[in-house]
Each structure stands twice: as structure tokens, then as C-alpha cells.
């Protein structure tokens, strides 16, 4: 190869201040738009995590646009400055450069420190969602192959299609599966949960704006994945009320202090066996299971001489399970307070068992 | 042997009588597929902890109790003692190995066998030992629970390596008889070696999880 | 060791380099089960190329279908799932993964860093063959129900899926093995089988990206083959590993699963930083800036690579304190990728570029992948993410960050190395026609989606919201795909064109100086008549090359093989 090196261009080239500047301004016109828009994402913040997550995207935005500007038209403008000239001999070759420490130094530095602050922003936003207080209210929301179901604390059954939130209350909602993975995703609140079979994945939020938003399944779930969406309304607390007293028998929800086992009645059990277990469990033997296994021999099988956590199958141990909920290998079941029983519940459905058991 | 381009152009720095060159081959050969199989063994490393994540995970953070409870028993714990033995026998083996090579390297050829012969034999005790303690396992079977999935697809895996080695180490010992192999150019006992020893190592961390822990 | 020039020592690898084989002279062994590393790359390069040409047609039918909100009449749920599946299936494991490392790294890196073949030849071959087969049964599983919970396969919807998820298990675990082999062949070979002289800080970037790809693939495809297994067995002998029912878990396959899909993102993705980082200083005429910062951080990617896999499990249920880590360390990837970026545009600068195909592509790519990587920024922090996960949002991220970065990536390296693999030139016009209409479209395919995945318009979905807004937007990207899956044709006919009755190459059309381009196009059966020595980086055009005994050869007379299948007996 012919060594003939025409003499290279050593400077920046004949616009590169001007066109440092007009990354500068370019960006800094993006940013404004993107740090003063009211909702960079194009929805409206409806919800308490929202406006945090959209301070996120903003910054995010901010600096995303920085760099691309940066890195795209610097390249534009070097590709077409440097381009070899139309009839340059075979020899021509740029500027033999290496390497440039102290440049090198800076652009890792920048980005390490941009990286810091993101990081540091992330964590903070992070925390706060985490530590949301949203106990006013607990709803469990529970996906099957293809909608979403609702259970409230003192309600008798759970509320299928529509989810109702009462406005500006911290609310904490569970989230499980029935059968597959399901996604639970309310864009305008910002928040998302999969939707696991055999654990309960937790969501806070605290809605702030009255209206009627979007549910989405966001995890891939079978046949009817596309359609698989409802609506949440978020409304006043009075019509709120208004619709929870529509929705049927209530009932009180776990308390403290002893559970009154002696004090049980079967027949009032077996009503509430009726409206409160029998959508998971029948009253057949132990295989006979719908979610959880049958309850109609639980104190007396010899084929299953030890409850489901391990313990003996006397009442207590009993009334503890229905209490404090399961999870474990066969599956999980809400505890007491999820499923709106009082103690003097718990112990007319003990007693209903135990006459299972002995017939 | 063949003229190879070595001879043309410049010097390589090898000797230049043929033995001495083909040594060198054979050297680079050697150490070329040692690091081979040395890499080979350490992605068959990253397929066992896999598992092994798969079965801590399966036990800490889902099971409520371990053993699991199957239909309100409690699965019983397994047998420690028995495979404590069995244990003995495939370290047993591991040292036996280790003697056979160091007897091909200095060419006693009578202990090389005595020792080849044992590790083959110790081996296939091992896997006898497995398959009494599968006949007499009372945790559910493969399909029935976590912790019949965890340990038989774990053990088997072993197990399957095992076999594997044994059918290996005894292809080496047929290969050695027919003269394949000298006391410099062995590079096939090593690996083989290097695979047995492997499969020790499985096992105590394999031991340890699921009889120990 | 001796010296055999000033400063080059022979390396202790050396002799074994010289020992070579006759060429095979019958059909079948030339061509088909042929051991030398080009043919296997060609053979790599040809049935992905058409693998590509599958999974391209069936994103297609993914694009049509989404022209309406309420999906295509003939094309069902079930149909839609399988097809959307295999789509992304194929395009990871039987087109990209192949193409970067089977193909690219089989016929570039043996020629560049002066080797006569990989270490392990035949183990090349078996690793070929098994591609085609995996393929062949990958695509089978049309036939009797194919899978349909996409390229995750997330369990239990993937334990209860059709029966084609047990050929996809067998055929992913297949090309898995080819892949962990060709991971160790090449980490053998790059490690044991350079040219005398040729340093770790002399081979060419290319070279270094296929090491640290190679170091991947062997580490982390095994955790796949695990999760495969564990789901195989789940499937075909009911063992409970994903079954929640039976105290599985669900999240334990996303863990496995991700241990390898997130290193594999940098299989994908490091290859074509290597292909970038040849082609830009060679079309810049000037030394790549900052060599030592891009093949350190090459590696550093690598490394960090293994730490992020449950940044894709946000909103999956872990335990929450774990997020943190995952997010702080995923972000840190950022700064050598960055490094990288800004080297790359630093070459540019003080060029005298050429604006060839290679270059518009690999331009092309900088700019692209730059998007797709702050986009991953959104992803990697946590509270963005809970609102971006399983959203159309992340679909335009992973286009962005495969076809922009990897497939871009290897477009340039196809045109780049077209004349050493044929010996003939390819119609220039044509290939920039080819990189603007591919770049275009293609940006106008996939931006949308960034909005509409914000705005609420979850993956998978073969029906949407009919609101204007999503119809607009959903059959804007529609009609650009099909645009860019027209631009292919000019692709192929190009290089049709070019192989019947292209220009002749010459050794050396692009002026480039790493080792391939040393010898004549196409290149020799056993690569260089006599190894080269290495004297110094390959990229500093201001120098005279810097390799020693090519000359030489030109009037040496041809090797000599070998008739012995091994010179000496190696066991």
C-alpha cells in the first residue's frame, strides 16, 4: 500500500462550535417541553404513585434527549465534514489519533455521575412507593382466565367486572392468580403487579382523581389475553358507599381476641361455608378439591392425619388456618380479614366442619 | 510423519529432528484440548448449580416446611447413613483414580490396572448404591412433590455422569491396553481423571444439600 | 521460543497452527460436512439467512394482523400466539445468535487473528449440524400446535401450552449445546491460536467481542439448558418444578430463564459492537479511538452482564429490597456501553470517511442503538418500569436494541465481508438504497410503539383498543414493516446479483489492514500459506502494516498436507 498521506484535518472541523450550540439549544428546548409537560407520558397522573413515576420519566426524558442529540448529530455533522473528498487519491487517511485521556476521562465520568443522580432518584421515587401507607383500605383483586375479580373486606361476595376505589384513600391492593400469570396494570395510576399463581404480589396507591380508568392483563395468559381488561372507577367516598351497599350482605371483619369455638353453630357455619368458601372448596373428602383440597373429612381422615401446614386437626389449629390464611405447597388462602370473617365466623365454620368430619 | 509448512520460511524455534517436533504438536495438541475440557466441565458446573438454585429456591422461599407435607404427612428426611456409605464409595473411587494415573505416569503398569479396575468397580457400586436408595426413597417419586423433583433430577443428573464415567474410564482402560496411550502422551487419562474427579466434587455439594442440610 | 523478528517471539502455539489437511476434493465433504471454518460460517450465514427470511414473514403476519383492532379474519388467537411466538423464538436462537457467532465469528475471527482453522474442528462441524436440526424442529411444532407464550415461555401457561412447547423445549436446548460448543471452540481458539506476535492488545475489536461473546455462551447456556430441562420434564413427566398447585414456583423459571436471556441480549448484541468496530475505522481511514477503552469495556459488559437477569422480573413478585441491586448495577452497564458509543463517534471525528453501505450501516446503527439503549434506561429504573413492563413500550426497546443494534449490525458486516467470502463486489448503489429505506422504515416501524406502549397497549395482543389514536399508529408501523420487508428483496437480489456477476474483489478492496483482508478473495483453503507475524495493532493506517512473512509467501510454494488424519498420535 502506497504510504502518501495527505496532510489530514487536524481541527474540529469548520462548524463544529455552531453546531455544539445547536445541540445545546435543540436539547435544552427538549428538555423544557419535556420538564414542563403535564404529563410526559400522555396520560394523566390519576393516582398517588403517578406523580413520582412522571418526575422519574421527565428527568429520564431530559437526559435521554441530551445524549442522543449529543451522540446523533455530532455524527451527522463529522460524517458529512470528514467525508473524503470525491476524487482523493487511494492513500487518504484522517487524522492518525489514538486515544485522548482527558477526554476519555470526562465522557466516563459525566455519564457515571448522571448515572449516580439517576440512580439516587430511582431509589428515593423506589422507597417512596414502597413505604405508601395504603392500609385505609384493602382490596384483593384476583385474575382468572380472562377477567379480574374483586374481593372487599365485609363483603359477602366478590365483585366481578368493574373495581371500584374510593377517592383519596390509601388503598393497598392484593394481587394473585387463580390459574396463570396475569398482569395488573392501571396505566393511569402507574402501577403494575403480576398477577402470580401461589403468591400475592402487593400494589399501593391512593387515587386522587374521580373518573373511570383502564385495567390491563399485561402478562401473556392464553386465548383471551387481548381482551382481557376492565375499568376501575374511582369516585367520592359517599358514592362509593353508596355502591358497596349495593353489593350485597356484609359482614364484619377479623378483629382481635379469642376465637369462640365452644360458641359455634353448624347451621349459621354452613351459610357461610355456602357464601364464603365453597367457590375453593367442597365439602367432600380431602381429593376432591375445586381450588384447595375438600373439607368434609378434615377432622377425620385417616389418609391425611395431619393439616395442611403440618399441624394436628384439632379445632384450633383449625380456626388458626382460617384465621391467619395459607400459602404453601397446595396453593394460598386469604386470611380471615381478607375474607370479611369475624371470630365468631370462624368458629360457627369450625363447627360446621367438625359436623362434616362426624357424619 | 509429513512435512508439514513449519520446514518452509522462517524458523519456528522448535527442534529441528522430527520427534522433537512432534512433540511440540502433540504438547499443543494436549493443552489446547485440556482447556477445552476444562471449559466444558465448567459449563456442565453452571447446569448442576442451576438445579441446585432451583431446589434451594423451591426450599426456602415456597415450601412453609421442609421436608414438604404430601397429603398431611410430613415426608420423611432421607437416608443418611446409607448414603454416607455410598458417599465413601465414590470418594473412594476419586482416590483410587487419582493412583491409577500417578501409576501410568511412572509406568507400573500391573498397580495402573489394580487401580483402574477398582475406580471402575467402586463406580459402578455407587450406582448400584443409588438405585437401592431410589427402590427405597419414601419421598413421593419424581412427579409427586418438590422435593422428589429437586432430588431425583439432581441425583440422576449425577447419576447419568456417573455412568457416563464409568463407561468412559473403561474405554480409556480398553483404549490403554491396546497400547494407545504412553507415559508422556496421555492426555486421554487425564481427562478422564479430571471428569472423575469432577463428579466428586458434584457429589459433595450434592451430599451436603440433600442429606446434611 | 525464539525471536523471529524485533520484539516478536513465536508464540508457544505455534507449531500446531502449521499442521494442515488436504483439501477435500468430493461434493459432500467440501460443501456439506465440510471441517473448515469459512464453509461452516457460510453454511452458518445461509440457513440463518433463510431462518430469517421465516421469522421475518411471520412478524409480517404479526403486522398485518394488528391492522385492525379487532385482529384478521383467519387468523385466530391461538394462530396469532403461535405465530408471535415463534417469531421471536427463531429470531433469537436460529437467526441472530447463529448469524453473530456461527457465521461472522466462524469465517472472520480464525482469518483475523491468523490461524489456519478453530481449535476444534470437528466439534465446528457438529455444532453446524445441530442448528438446522433445531431449526427444522422448531418450526415442525407448527404442525401439531406451536407455542404459544411467547419467546419467555413463562410458566404455568407454557406447562399447559400446546404440544409444539415440548418441540420448542427440545429444539431451544439443541441450539443451546451448538451454541455452549461453539463458545468453548472459540474461546480456545482466540486464546491458544493467534498468530505469533499478536498480543491480547493487538487483536483486531472483533476478535475481542467474539471472546467475551464466547465466554458468555459457554458460562450461561447451560443455566437455559437447565431451565429447558426442568420445563421439559414439567411438561412430558409431570415433575413439579413451575407447578404452584404442587409447591412450584413460577418465578423459579423466570430466574433460570433470565440467568441466560439477559446475558444472551450481549451475545446478540457485543458481536456487532465488534463488526461496528471494524468497519468504522476503516471507512474513517484513522486508528478506532480509544482502543483499549472499547475492549476493556467489552469485557465489563460481559461481566456485568450476569448480574442484571431480574431487572426483567420488576413487577414479577421478588423480594422488593432485591430490585435495587438489580437496578443499580443494570444502570452501570450503561457507562461502558457509553464509553463505547462516544469512542465510536470520536473515530468519525478527523476522518476521511467513505460513505460505503458498510459505513451507512454501521452509522446507522450508532444511532439506533443509541435509542434503544436509553430506552433502556426507562427499563432499568424500577418505578418507570412498573408502569412500562409487558407493554408495547419494551417491544420497541428490544427492536430497537436487536434490529437497530444486532441486525444492523450485521448487515454492515455482510456487505463489509461480502468480497472476502465471494470475491466479488456488490452493487454500491443498491446497498444504499438498501440502508435507506431499511433505516427509515424501520425507525418508523418500531418508534410508534414506544407511544403506544405509554399509553397503555400491552404485548402480546393480537386485538387493541379501536380508539383512532392505536388504529393510526398500529397501521402506521404495519405498512413501514412492510416497507422494510421489501427493502430485503432489493437485499437478496443484490447479492444475487453480485454472486453471478459482481465486480471482481481483489484481495483487498476496502483498504482495510486487519488479517483477512491479507490474503486473496475468497480466501485460500488454509487461510495464509504461511503464518503471519504480528507486529502491532491493525489499525493504524498512517503505518506500514504491521505484519511480517506475507510477503514471504507470495513466492514460497504452496503448503504441503498432511495425509495422516493427525501428524501425531494426541490422545
Sequence with gaps: MAQRIVKPKTNLGPG????????????????????????????????????????????LG????????????????????????????????????????????WWTVIPTIMIIVLGIISVKIWADIQNTQGDVLTVEAIGYQFGFQFRYPKLAQPVSGVMHLPLNTPTTIHVTSRDVIHGFWIPEMRIKADMVPGLVNTLRVTPTVPGTYRIICTEFCGLGHGAMKTTVVVETQQDFSKWFAQQ???????????????????????????????????????????????????FNDPAHPKLVNGADPTPQNVAKIIHDGYSGPIGVMPSAQMNGLTNADIGNLVAYLASLSKK | MSVSIAKQGYQLGHGHDDHDHEQVIYQETRDMRLLGFVLFLCSDVVLFSSFIFAYIYLRTTVAPIWPPMIDGHQLPRLDTAFAAVNSVVLFGSGVTMHYALENWKHGTRAMYNLFMGLTILLGAMFLGGQAYEYAHAQIGGWSGNTFGASFFTLTGMHGFHVFVGVVFLAVLWWQSSRGVYDHERYFGLTAGTLYWHFVDVIWVALFFLFYLW | MATIAPGVKTGPYHAVLDHIHPEPTSFIRKYIFSIDHKVIGIQ????????????GMLAEVIRYTLLQPQGQMGISAATYNGVYSMHGSAM???????????????FVMPLQIGARDVAFPWLNLLAFWMFPVAGVILFSSFLIGAPDAGWTEYPPISVQGPPGTTLWCIAIFLIGVSSTLTGINFIVTIYKMR??????????????????????????????AAALLALFCERVFNVPFYDPSRGGSPVLWQHMFWFYSHPAVYIMILPAFGIVSEVLPTFSRK?????????????????LGFSVWAHHMFTSGMVPWLQLPFMIITMLIAIPTGVKIFSWVATLWGG???????????TGFLITFTLGGLTGFFLAAVPADYHEHGTYFVVAHFHYVLYGGSVMGLFAGFYYWWPKMTGRMYNEAMGQWHFWITFVAFNCTFMPMHWLGLMGMPRRVPIYDPAAWYVFWNQFASISSFVLAASMLLFAYNFWSSFRSGKIAGPNPWGARTLEWMISSPAPYYNFKKIPAVLATPYDFGNPLPYLGLEAAEGATEATPTHSSHPVPTY
Design chain 1, 248 to 298: 350485597g350482605a356484609t359482614t364484619g371483619g377479623g378483629g382481635g381476641g379469642a376465637i369462640p369455638l365452644a360458641a359455634g353453630k353448624a347451621d349459621v357455619g354452613k351459610a357461610l361455608f355456602g357464601q364464603k368458601c365453597s367457590a375453593c372448596h367442597s365439602t367432600g373428602p380431602f381429593d376432591q378439591k375445586i381450588v384447595g383440597p375438600g373439607l368434609g373429612t378434615i
Design chain 3, 287 to 303: 486508528p478506532i479511538f480509544g482502543y483499549k477503552m472499547i475492549a476493556f469495556s467489552t469485557v465489563a459488559i460481559a461481566l
Design chain 3, 352 to 362: 476521511s470517511i467513505r460513505w460505503t453501505t458498510p459505513m451507512l450501516f454501521a
Design chain 1, 16 to 59: 463544529f462550535w455552531p453546531i455544539t450550540a445547536l445541540i445545546v439549544v435543540v436539547s435544552l428546548i427538549m428538555s423544557y417541553f419535556t420538564w414542563n409537560s403535564a404529563w410526559p407520558i400522555g396520560l394523566i397522573p390519576a393516582g398517588d404513585p403517578a406523580p413520582a413515576t412522571d418526575f422519574l420519566f421527565k428527568f
Design chain 3, 92 to 106: 433469537v436462537w436460529l437467526v441472530i445468535i447463529p448469524l453473530v457467532t456461527g457465521a461472522f465469528g466462524n
Design chain 3, 195 to 224: 498468530a505469533p506476535g499478536m498480543t491480547l492488545t493487538r487483536m483486531p475489536l472483533f476478535v475481542w467481542a467474539q471472546f467475551a461473546t464466547a465466554g458468555l455462551s459457554f458460562i450461561a447456556t447451560t443455566a437455559l
Design chain 3, 44 to 55: 452458518y450465514m445461509i440457513t440463518g439467512g433463510l431462518f430469517f427470511l421465516i421469522a
Design chain 1, 62 to 105: 431530559v437526559a435521554a434527549a441530551w445524549i442522543f442529540n449529543i451522540v446523533t448529530i455530532y455524527t451527522i455533522y463529522f460524517g458529512i465534514v470528514f467525508r473524503q473528498p470525491k476524487h482523493a487519491p487511494a492513500s487518504t487517511i484522517g487524522v492518525q489519533i489514538h486515544d485522548h485521556p482527558v477526554l476519555e476521562f
